[in-house]
């Protein structure tokens, strides 16, 4: 089902501090974006909702993605599943090849899924932000040809 990870998000305070500090770590900086509107609103789960985004790429190849909530501070507060604006660890990113049955596996394998999948403004590719058995979020992006 899995292809890859497709990257790691991290929402932290200062995206500029961020930047500096994983570049320094020797990563580089490939997009940066600020999001708001419908499409992100819907994904993240929050009403009115701005953040910025930075990927950086490892030695490896693979991506870091900052997040900074700039509507929405860090979250705060103890629920069973973890917002989607909370310090740390965000969320991981796994292209798969079918998300609806990505969306099957999480419910019968004691995850939750809170809505349906969002098409990208750019229609290329199926993604929803779902969660673990343990509460943490996962990104499944389904690629579209």
């Not at 929050?46 to 909530?69: G, I, T």
Request: proline share 3%; aromatic share 8%.
């Amino acid at each position: 089902m899995v292809v890859n990870t497709r990257h790691t998000g991290i929402v932290v305070k200062d995206i500029d501090r961020a930047v500096r500090f994983y570049e320094g770590m020797g990563m580089v900086l490939v997009n940066r974006m600020l999001e708001k509107g419908p499409y992100i609103e819907k994904l993240v789960g929050l009403s009115d909702v701005m953040l910025e985004w930075a990927k950086l790429r490892l030695p490896d190849h693979s991506l870091l993605e900052l997040l900074q909530y700039h509507s929405h501070p860090y979250g705060i507060g103890i629920n069973a599943l973890q917002e989607s604006n909370r310090l740390g660890c965000s969320h991981i990113a796994f292209t798969v090849v079918d998300i609806e049955k990505g969306i099957e596996y999480v419910k019968a394998n004691g995850g939750n899924v809170k809505k349906n999948y969002q098409l990208s403004p750019d229609r290329k590719v199926k993604v929803i932000y779902c969660y673990d058995p343990e509460g943490n979020i996962l990104e499944l992006v389904q690629e579209l040809k």
